[in-house]
Structures are given as structure tokens and as C-alpha cells.
């Protein structure tokens, strides 16, 4: 098993570009997150899904989308990126009823200049 | 509103004993969990408390007092890999997701 697995590991945009980080899992997880990491902020949630098709706001979820079409993939998309946006993101997964553990993917650091 | 409380930085001895405290204030609480963070990598699950007591999970321990809303990590005999950020992570029913803080960055020295 990969368990998760985030595309791309790193990324430079310019202010203004889109672009669409995936999270794939293959434990057949029904829960998926996506979170940013900022120095001294610990992790902050973007958005989650708690199934396939359904997706809900998290406590910082402006200026990004998602999407979640497959139960195995979670897509996070910058419509316009902003320098405010650089950070590290994380994917996470857990089953139902797991609430102690989540899966962390490996990141994927994003530069927006 | 939710918070949480942890020291931000620890410094301890290798083969010592640190224990690092987390209280928290959450809605609909489950459970406290640890995570711990080594520079440049993803969170790693540690141990888990969904009652009150003492979980122990080889060298790192953990305990849960729900009615002070308080918890803490313990790791024994101290290596320098064991240097890393930690961070406490209560578990909200009603959100279906852990809370974050900011962590606690533990430096072991020789």
C-alpha cells in the first residue's frame, strides 16, 4: 500500500496562476482533509470531505476549491493564487469511525511570488 | 470556541524523561490525540486517549483527564531523533476533525 500521496511535492507560481494539487489514498478511506502548514501556525484545515461527492468548509478555506469525484481522490485547486497561499500542504485521511488517527501524505510545498 | 495550550518549545537531555503538557477547550470533545512532526515531514500518529488515564505505547506514554480538559505527552529515555514537533489534537464530533495547535518543539541535547 502507498497510502496517501500528494502531487506535486513542490510548486512555484505566479501570483494569479491556478493550479490543482491531488491527494490519492488507497485504504479506502471514507474521510480526506486538506490542511496548510505556516511556520509558528501549526496546521489550520482548509476544507474536508466526508465521503465521496460531499465536501465541507474548514477554518481556512478562502481562496481555495475542492473536489472529491472518486472516494480515492481529493483535489485541491487555487483559482488565483496569492502569495498569502505559499505554504505547505498537507492531505490526510482517516476511516469512519477512526477518529484518533489520520494519514498524513508527504506535503507539497508551494511558492506562489 | 476552541483553543488549545501547549509550551512551545522544551529542551531536555538524551536519556532523560520530558513530559509535555496540552490543555484544550473544544465543542463535542472525543478524544486527544499526538502527533509528532520531524522538520520537513508529515504529521506521524503517537498515541491516542479517548478515556481518562495512561496510555502507553513503548516509550512515549500518554494521559487523558477529560474533567480538566488537560493531557500530556510523556517520552522516556530521550534520543536525539526524538527531536521534533509535537502536537496535541482533540478530536471535535461535531466538525469530524482533529484541532491543531501550533505544537511544541522538543530539542533533545547530548
Known amino acids: ?113 | 470556541g476552541q483553543s488549545l495550550e501547549q509550551p512551545s518549545e522544551v529542551t531536555a537531555v538524551e536519556g532523560a524523561i520530558v513530559q509535555i503538557n496540552c490543555t484544550y477547550q473544544t465543542s463535542g470533545f472525543y478524544g486527544l490525540s499526538w502527533y509528532q512532526q520531524h522538520d520537513g515531514g508529515a504529521p506521524t500518529f503517537l498515541s491516542y486517549n479517548a478515556l481518562d488515564g495512561l496510555e502507553e505505547t513503548g516509550r512515549f506514554s500518554s494521559f487523558l483527564s477529560r474533567s480538566d480538559s488537560y493531557g500530556y505527552l510523556l517520552l522516556q529515555e530521550l534520543q536525539m531523533k526524538d527531536s521534533a514537533s509535537y502536537f496535541c489534537a482533540p478530536f471535535q464530533t461535531g466538525a469530524n476533525n482533529l484541532f491543531f495547535g501550533t505544537g511544541t518543539r522538543l530539542t533533545v541535547i547530548p
Open chain 1, 1 to 113: 500500500n502507498a497510502g496517501v500521496t500528494q502531487t506535486p511535492k513542490f510548486r512555484v507560481l505566479k501570483t494569479g496562476q491556478s493550479m490543482t494539487l491531488l491527494c490519492a489514498q488507497d485504504m479506502n478511506h471514507e474521510y480526506m482533509y486538506w490542511y496548510r502548514q505556516d511556520p509558528g501556525m501549526g496546521l489550520r484545515l482548509i476544507h474536508y470531505s466526508v465521503g465521496e461527492g460531499t465536501t465541507a468548509k474548514g477554518e481556512v478555506p478562502d481562496g481555495y476549491n475542492v473536489s472529491r469525484l472518486k472516494k480515492q481522490n481529493f483535489l485541491l485547486g487555487l483559482e488565483s493564487a496569492a502569495p498569502s497561499q505559499t505554504s505547505v500542504y498537507f492531505c490526510a485521511s482517516r476511516p469512519m469511525g477512526g477518529t484518533d488517527t489520520q494519514y498524513f501524505g508527504p506535503g507539497t510545498r508551494l511558492t506562489v511570488l
